[in-house]
């Protein structure tokens, strides 16, 4: 198939050429459209208890959880008699505006203590803009610039999550541009170190920024159906340009090698495209298989990573099995033009890989032992992960939310933005369920953690009540329906907020409760995350099964495969909560808040990515080692050879692909650092400690087992495997191991 792929392209190049010219046009002018039309949420299960409250919420009593606060300071004093009429003019004027159901304030609601600092600097002004995430993007565009700054002669600051998604949304398309930036020159000069040439280095790179136009596109068309979040953004530039240049690199090098050997630019091309091409296109199924794990999860915020990280996983491939080729035809040998830093190629027996290859197979077990020792070591801290919501403290401390969310914690004895609101569909007549509704609301306010509840009976403080209904209360009950505001003494965006949650449910409740609020989506978020865990590991990790099992033959490798990638991921994981988490990296990759967890999203989005990643690079050293056992039916030697042919490459490609994850780290957003952290991390890791040692190690011990499979499944992968010659050799064949091993070459 792809020997004839390689001629076809050989034929028609040219064409090929100005046809690929046309479609980056076409791609990079609708792809630059995209983001507009990208979303700002996706972060909620909508069929999960808080949804569904949410919603009741909104139709019934025009209300929701306050996502818009108003810090406000005044020289002349928060209780002066002008500061008070100043305030309740903005407070009236945000009340009229279009899509906003409610809006109150410290002057409007009788001056209570947990609308103002406890120093009486600042007081709060508070509002709900109504409608999804998009819709109060849009608001904060359209309005928000008209309540900041110096507004009827008070000092406003804003906070709350609108503004703080406002604010993140801002700075990761800022920090978008600015990874690329960095990370484009770095590639540039990485890979003319790699290729000691100028012209072979430019190839990948016009491979990734065609891969990433075409992206933009499919994003741009599929932001039509469905909805996309912005973050996709992020996937499609790094992982994009990471592939493209990691397969650029594979097919680039097998080329270069061919010709080296004697071969015309035809003849070169066909024979990298048999084989380089062929492990280009199985990774690239490999990385969209593990990526596909991220459908099952109801947030579209996941999902959009599967939707911009699947088609560029296989753009990549299409684009370095056709593009590509056709590039190196019309270039023919001045590929090489351009040289610097000329070397000549190290004989095969003093290559470093090959050389820590054969000594790691003298010694299998004590280095395995050691090296799992440390990443099970480095993985220890993953024991104690803790996930929490993004709020502003994901933002740098310049941020205006963070500095408004500063004082909120630091300045006020409640957190007004953060409460939980429990809502109870049917109560009958408001007026007869009052006793119970009491009695429920100063049951509540007795647990620990909560600062005060407020419903249409009054409001209620460490079991009593504190102060009775006024005229806000009245909104509290509408059309035999009611809910209480839960106000906690501590922002509740973490294990907190999933405890005061359980206890609110767990409450003996007079009617049927719904919660919602930042610790019910919380909670909501993790039990949905884990309801469908199951499901996108065993996509991830079967699809990986089959795959590698199609392409080896074997039962065994495809099982070594999965277990040393989960043992490398957990490392990734573990460094990630020791330096995110507990805060041992803050200050040393950039300063960031060090909040005590991880946000829920990013171990599920690292699991997949780097997984497919992993895999991506298992497939590659793997099919060579399968290439150089067909032609001996050696076990150690061609684990030596596929080990000493790949290992430069490999690690050369961890790199590049590193370079492009670590330009993450350079982000103002803490969980964009995380992400670029882990991502780097595991990449390298893999190439390192996993396919230079334990590969070997795993394959020296398991020895003539690493190419057994079942009668059944060896007559399957006879007719349906992706091989290159007649297949494994049979174990009649094979010589014993400890003979290569003593030999240090193995059977040729």
């Not at 804003?158 to 949304?169: H, L, N, P, V």
């Not at 950039?590 to 690292?606: C, E, K, Q, R």
């Amino acid at each position: 198939m792809f020997q004839r792929l390689a001629q076809a392209v050989l034929q028609r190049g040219r064409r090929l050429l100005y046809a690929s010219l046309l479609l980056f046009v076409v791609a990079a002018a609708v792809g630059a459209t995209v983001l507009p039309k990208l979303s700002a949420g996706g972060y909620s299960d909508t069929g999960t208890e808080s949804a569904r409250a949410a919603r009741f919420l909104e139709e019934r009593f025009h209300a929701g959880q306050p996502n818009l606060v108003l810090l406000v300071k005044d020289d002349r004093g928060i209780d002066d008699k002008g500061t008070a009429a100043a305030a309740a003019k903005v407070t009236e004027r945000l009340s009229k505006e279009p899509d906003v159901t409610e809006a109150y304030s410290y002057w409007s609601t009788g001056r209570p203590e947990a609308l103002r600092a406890t120093d009486a600097k600042s007081a709060l002004i508070m509002a709900w803009v109504k409608g999804d995430e998009d819709h109060v993007q849009k608001w904060m565009t359209d309005h928000a610039d008209d309540y900041q700054g110096t507004v009827e002669g008070l000092d406003i600051s804003q906070g709350g999550t609108a503004k703080a998604s406002e604010e993140i949304i801002g700075q990761t398309m800022k920090d978008l541009v600015k990874a690329e930036a960095i990370a484009m020159p770095i590639l540039l000069v990485v890979l003319i170190f790699v290729f000691r040439g100028v012209v072979a280095a430019a190839m990948p790179l016009v491979i990734g920024t065609l891969t990433m136009a075409c992206a933009f596109f499919v994003l741009r068309i599929l932001s039509v159906f469905t909805d996309v979040s912005v973050f996709a953004m992020n996937i499609t530039t790094g992982l994009g340009l990471g592939l493209a240049v990691d397969y650029s690199l594979f097919i680039i090098s097998r080329y270069r090698e061919e010709l080296a050997r004697g071969a015309d630019t035809d003849e070169a091309l066909i024979a990298s495209m048999r084989t380089a091409g062929r492990t280009v296109a199985f990774s690239a199924v490999t990385v969209a298989l593990a990526l596909s794990g991220l459908l099952v999860f109801p947030f579209y915020f996941l999902r959009s990573f599967a939707y911009a990280g699947i088609p560029v996983a296989l753009i990549a491939a299409l684009a370095s099995v056709t593009v590509l080729p056709a590039l190196l035809k019309v270039l023919g040998p001045r590929i090489n033009s351009l040289q610097i830093l000329k070397r000549r190629k190290p004989a095969a027996e003093k290559n470093f890989w090959q050389r820590t290859a054969m000594v790691v197979m003298r010694f299998p077990l004590p280095v395995g032992l050691a090296a799992v020792a440390l990443l099970l070591l480095l993985g220890a801290p993953f024991l104690k992960m803790k996930m929490s919501l993004a709020d502003e403290r994901v933002l740098p401390t310049s941020a205006g939310s963070f500095q408004v969310g500063k004082a909120l914690r630091e300045g006020y004895s409640s957190q007004e933005n953060g409460s939980e609101l429990v809502v109870m569909r049917e109560v009958g007549d408001p007026a007869q369920a009052a006793g119970k509704i009491g009695a429920y609301a100063r049951q509540l306010s007795g647990l620990e953690g909560v600062s005060r509840v407020d419903t249409y009976t009054g409001s209620y403080v460490q079991g009593k009540q504190a102060a009775p209904a006024g005229p806000a209360s009245a909104a509290f009950a509408a059309e035999q329906s009611a809910y209480l505001k839960v106000v906690p003494k501590e922002p509740e965006t973490d294990d907190a907020g999933r405890e005061l949650v359980r206890e609110i449910r767990d409450a003996d409740a007079p009617f049927p409760v719904q919660v919602t609020g930042p610790g019910a989506i919380l909670e909501d978020s993790l039990d949905s995350l884990t309801s469908k865990m199951p499901w996108a590991l065993g996509i991830v990790g079967g699809s990986t099964l089959v795959l590698l099992f199609l392409l080896t033959g074997s039962v065994l490798l495809p099982l070594k495969a999965l277990v040393l990638n989960m043992l490398s991921l957990s490392t990734t994981f573990g460094v990630l909560v020791w330096g995110f988490q507990e805060g041992h990296l803050n200050g040393v990759i950039g300063s960031f808040t060090v909040t005590g967890a991880i946000t829920w999203s990013v171990p599920m989005l690292l699991f997949c990515v780097a997984f497919g990643l992993s895999m991506d690079y298992e497939v590659f050293l793997l099919s060579r080692i399968k290439e150089e056992y067909e032609q001996t039916g050696d076990n150690v030697a061609s684990v030596a050879r596929g080990l000493g042919r790949t290992g430069s490459l490999v690690s050369a490609a961890a790199v590049l692909i590193a370079i492009v994850f670590a330009g993450f780290m350079t982000s103002s957003i803490t969980y964009l650092k995380a992400i670029g952290l882990g991502l780097a991390l595991a990449v390298i890791m893999d190439a390192t400690v996993v396919r230079g040692l334990l590969v070997p190690a795993f394959m020296r011990l398991a020895g003539r087992a690493n190419w057994w499979a079942p009668g059944p499944l060896r007559l399957l992968h006879r007719k349906i495997g992706l091989r290159e010659g007649d297949g494994p050799a049979p174990l009649s064949r094979q010589q014993d191991d400890s003979d290569s091993v003593a030999s240090g070459t193995g059977r040729s």
